[in-house]
């Protein structure tokens, strides 16, 4: 059953290569949407494919009418990048956004939509529990980088590699992807809601029957390093200098103890000219005060950045706080 709250849905579908989905997926979403009470339309981003994908978008379009609108990158950006352009361009208070293989099927929208709305949420992720991929080239590399990804970031979900998610635009549109981040998007929104305001919702999960994968085991190398930079800007996008900090302070101690040791042999008249324990006490105060004067800098630029950038530490949810509101809401005597 579909929610009865207002809203107007945007459907965001990247895809590379996969002119032979593109017509089933359309009349899919047709099929499942073509009774949904509310306003919706359909973001096909063409991610600079080399085959037909964008022709046949464009006879989609033809047939089914302006509300299949037609996204063209210049070149192939990945798959992130394509995401954030339909993003961008969608016009709806809710985006859900999905892959372009038939894999993820758009029966769930309406129920996820539902249930965001209803329960007051800002991201309904998709679960493939019963996943149907290559068990060594898919599952196990998405179970490692799942449980890396729950681990590091503290946000809790079973499967972030699902590309059918549904959120309130105002909050997606908040954040910006770059790289192959589509994966944290969770995560990120973390740092911008609170995260039990994200949920989960077990979805339906196909068989690819047309097109070639474009994910191998390769990317699992790529999560570990996309990890590493989600858990800094989670963790110290405001404050940088603290994590520069700890680690200069950690050698830089670990260091001047190794060097009193040095010392303390050094009075009791043993050399000390060469032992690598004295260079070693020297390369760490050195690098120690190194990482201390980047943690400076880096404070200096994440200033730099929030205040060009015109943003704040903080968001505020409620509009009704909002200082546009100064007419209103005044104790008077």
Same mark, same amino acid.
């Given at each position: 059953?579909?929610?009865?709250?207002?809203?107007?849905?945007?459907?965001?579908?990247?895809?590379?290569?996969?002119?032979?989905?593109?017509?089933?997926?359309?009349?899919?979403?047709?099929?499942?949407?073509?009774?949904?009470?509310?306003?919706?339309?359909?973001?096909?981003?063409?991610?600079?494919?080399?085959?037909?994908?964008?022709?046949?978008?464009?006879?989609?379009?033809?047939?089914?009418?302006?509300?299949?609108?037609?996204?063209?990158?210049?070149?192939?950006?990945?798959?992130?990048?394509?995401?954030?352009?339909?993003?961008?361009?969608?016009?709806?208070?809710?985006?859900?956004?999905?892959?372009?293989?038939?894999?993820?099927?758009?029966?769930?929208?309406?129920?996820?939509?539902?249930?965001?709305?209803?329960?007051?949420?800002?991201?309904?992720?998709?679960?493939?529990?019963?996943?149907?991929?290559?068990?060594?080239?898919?599952?196990?590399?998405?179970?490692?980088?799942?449980?890396?990804?729950?681990?590091?970031?503290?946000?809790?979900?079973?499967?972030?590699?699902?590309?059918?998610?549904?959120?309130?635009?105002?909050?997606?549109?908040?954040?910006?992807?770059?790289?192959?981040?589509?994966?944290?998007?969770?995560?990120?929104?973390?740092?911008?809601?609170?995260?039990?305001?994200?949920?989960?919702?077990?979805?339906?999960?196909?068989?690819?029957?047309?097109?070639?994968?474009?994910?191998?085991?390769?990317?699992?190398?790529?999560?570990?390093?996309?990890? !590493? $930079?989600?858990?800094? =800007?989670?963790?110290?996008?405001?404050?940088?200098?603290? #994590? *520069?900090?700890?680690?200069? &302070?950690? /050698?830089?101690?670990?260091?001047?103890?190794?060097?009193?040791?040095? !010392? $303390?042999?050094?009075? =009791?008249?043993?050399?000390?000219?060469?032992?690598?324990? #004295? *260079?070693?006490?020297?390369? &760490?105060? /050195?690098?120690?005060?190194?990482?201390?004067?980047?943690?400076?800098?880096?404070?200096?630029?994440?200033?730099?950045?929030?205040?060009?950038?015109?943003?704040?530490?903080?968001?505020?949810?409620?509009?009704?706080?909002?200082?546009?509101?100064?007419?209103?809401?005044?104790?008077?005597?």
């Amino acid at each position: 059953m579909t929610t009865t709250t207002d809203h107007r849905l945007s459907l965001v579908i990247p895809m590379y290569n996969e002119q032979d989905n593109v017509m089933p997926m359309l009349a899919r979403v047709h099929e499942v949407l073509g009774s949904y009470p509310m306003p919706w339309e359909v973001l096909l981003v063409n991610d600079g494919s080399s085959d037909a994908t964008l022709a046949t978008m464009r006879e989609g379009q033809a047939q089914y009418g302006e509300h299949v609108r037609v996204v063209e990158l210049r070149r192939n950006f990945g798959q992130t990048a394509a995401m954030q352009a339909g993003i961008d361009l969608a016009r709806g208070d809710v985006i859900a956004t999905l892959d372009g293989d038939l894999q993820n099927d758009p029966i769930d929208i309406p129920r996820m939509v539902n249930r965001l709305l209803d329960e007051d949420l800002d991201l309904v992720s998709g679960w493939r529990k019963n996943r149907q991929d290559a068990v060594i080239m898919r599952k196990i590399p998405s179970r490692i980088a799942n449980k890396l990804i729950r681990k590091i970031t503290g946000v809790h979900l079973h499967d972030y590699g699902c590309s059918l998610k549904v959120f309130r635009a105002e909050v997606v549109k908040s954040i910006r992807l770059y790289g192959e981040m589509h994966r944290f998007i969770p995560a990120w929104l973390a740092t911008y809601t609170a995260p039990n305001r994200i949920a989960e919702e077990v979805v339906s999960h196909h068989a690819r029957t047309h097109g070639v994968s474009k994910y191998g085991i390769s990317r699992t190398f790529r999560v570990i390093i996309d990890l !590493l $930079v989600v858990f800094f =800007f989670m963790r110290f996008s405001a404050r940088p200098g603290h #994590f *520069f900090g700890m680690v200069g &302070l950690g /050698l830089g101690g670990l260091g001047g103890v190794l060097m009193s040791y040095m !010392l $303390v042999l050094k009075l =009791f008249g043993e050399s000390i000219g060469t032992r690598p324990l #004295f *260079f070693t006490s020297i390369l &760490l105060i /050195l690098v120690g005060v190194q990482m201390l004067t980047t943690g400076v800098l880096a404070e200096m630029v994440s200033r730099v950045y929030f205040e060009s950038q015109e943003r704040k530490s903080y968001i505020v949810r409620n509009k009704d706080a909002s200082p546009e509101n100064d007419d209103v809401a005044w104790k008077n005597a």
